[in-house]
């Protein structure tokens, strides 16, 4: 499975280089479409720079795919469904839409004792909302360090600086819809007092 995962993530340059081409599109075009600089572009097509899901996202978007189908990565799961996941840094991100644009859903889960504990805060276009299922998720976002439990949701802008992690030993699944700007998820939730934080919500769901 190691070898696959090595594999998939490998080939998403030339993959990224073909999308690109087929579409008559330049890399200064792609760059201000996703907020990537031309020179990064560059390393993920030639392969000298490791794909990361901060990239891959707005990639998928502006090329009109889903995560699964511009990775590739090798079947997991109910064969039926043909889910694939990504791998990543202790945290495995497993897409639950297979339609090109809009708002894309996903399964995160980070395992037990995961080496994904030092806070790497990234920024890309987007919006984001997640709602944590099993665990107790640690959310830097910007100046603040927040710990998500289970049922409790939060919505930020993507251009704010964060990372998630567990906030300790335990494993954490949690689930992400993510859209591009302008895009939000629209809920029916009940404010808890103090979970309001600039920039972003932490609600519980209703």
């Known amino acids: ?12 340059g030339p993959r990224l280089r073909a999308l690109r081409r087929q ?10 479409a996703t907020g990537i600089s031309v020179s990064t572009l560059s390393r993920l097509e ?28 090798p079947p997991t799961g109910d064969p039926r469904i043909h889910l694939r ?4 840094h202790g945290m495995t991100m497993l897409p639950l839409t297979r339609r090109a644009g ?3 859903a996903y ?7 995961s080496v994904r504990r030092t806070p790497e805060p990234k920024t890309h276009e987007g919006y984001e909302w997640l709602y944590v299922l099993n665990g107790r998720l640690r959310m830097v976002l910007g100046e603040q360090d927040l710990v998500l439990s289970p049922g409790e949701a939060a919505e ?22 993510f859209g591009s700007q302008g895009e939000r998820a629209h809920l029916r939730a009940r404010p808890r007092t103090g979970h309001r934080r600039s920039g972003s919500r932490t609600d519980p769901v209703t």
Do not use: C, N, Y
């Open 1 to 12: 499975m190691d070898d696959d995962l090595e594999h998939a993530l490998v080939s998403v």
């Open 23 to 32: 579409r008559e599109t330049t890399l200064a075009d792609l760059s201000a």
């Open 46 to 73: 030639s392969g000298t720079r490791r794909p990361t899901l901060e990239l891959l996202l707005p990639l998928a978007k502006a090329h009109g795919v889903t995560l699964d189908e511009l990775v590739d990565a």
């Open 85 to 88: 996941p990504v791998v990543r």
């Open 102 to 104: 809009g708002i894309q």
């Open 107 to 113: 399964k995160l889960v980070i395992a037990a004792g």
């Open 156 to 177: 930020f802008d993507t251009r704010l600086p964060h990372w998630f992690g567990a906030a300790d030993e335990q494993a954490v699944e949690f689930l992400s819809l």
